[in-house]
């Protein structure tokens, strides 16, 4: 979703982007469908926009109580409290909501995870590839199959977790070329629901009853 621009932001609500872009920019809201599962993280710039065109609700959440905010008109009238980000505007401070509900999306996205180390360490059960030796952090590397110097590229299929020993004695060459064996074919995940992929990377209470929800 591309952000609002900020000439189409209600009048007397126009932001002072300089000094709040780090507030604004930032993906710290949750992202529900109207079935409230999770199913992205967005900044306060793209869901203010959801927010005032009535595509999403706020929640005001407080002491347990869950409470969608239905009207832009009506969170802005919401007090800021202690611990509430905020931004301000020409009319004074306006609350960052930390959780939306989408009104008429209802859909869970599948995804594949994305390719990473950790990705990968994950995939492979944190045991070496070739020896099956489980491995502590630090203990290994990501050994690609077919090396790059020989044309393998760095994807699902021709990366696996190695210990340091053997990827080091791997080097540039094909496995069979060092003697060594795969135990199994390296594969892409299965795509799974975006809820459980989702990280709560700024520590957000909030977004933790949501979180790890199986998706349909």
């Avoid at 919401?78 to 959780?99: E, F, H, K, N």
């Avoid at 939306?100 to 995804?111: A, D, H």
């Avoid at 020896?131 to 044309?151: K, M, Q």
């Avoid at 074919?185 to 977004?207: F, K, M, S």
Wanted: glycine share 8%.
């Amino acid at each position: 979703m591309q952000p609002c621009p900020l000439t189409a932001t209600p009048p007397g609500v126009a932001f002072f982007f300089g000094v709040m872009s780090e507030i604004l920019e930032k993906p710290t809201v949750l992202v529900l469908n109207r079935n409230w599962q999770a199913i992205a993280a967005r900044s306060p710039q793209e869901v203010f926009c959801q927010m005032m065109t009535g595509s999403a609700n706020g929640l005001d959440i407080a002491d347990g109580n869950l409470v969608p905010v239905r009207r832009w008109k009506d969170w802005l009238l919401l007090p800021v409290r202690a611990q509430d980000r905020a931004v301000l505007t020409v009319r004074g401070p306006i609350r960052v909501p930390t959780v939306i509900v989408l009104t008429r999306y209802g859909q869970v996205p599948r995804r594949r995870p994305a390719l990473s180390a950790r990705a990968i360490w994950e995939r492979d059960g944190r045991k070496c590839q070739y020896t099956g030796r489980p491995l502590a952090p630090g203990e290994g590397n990501i050994d690609h199959v077919v090396p790059r110097s020989r044309g393998g590229g760095t994807t699902w299929e021709n990366c696996v977790l190695a210990c340091r020993q053997v990827n080091s004695r791997k080097a540039d060459r094909l496995p069979e070329e060092a003697g060594l064996r795969l135990l199994k074919t390296p594969h892409a995940p299965r795509e799974l629901p975006v809820t459980v992929l989702l990280r709560n990377h700024h520590g957000i209470a909030d977004w933790e009853m949501f979180l790890g929800m199986p998706g349909n």
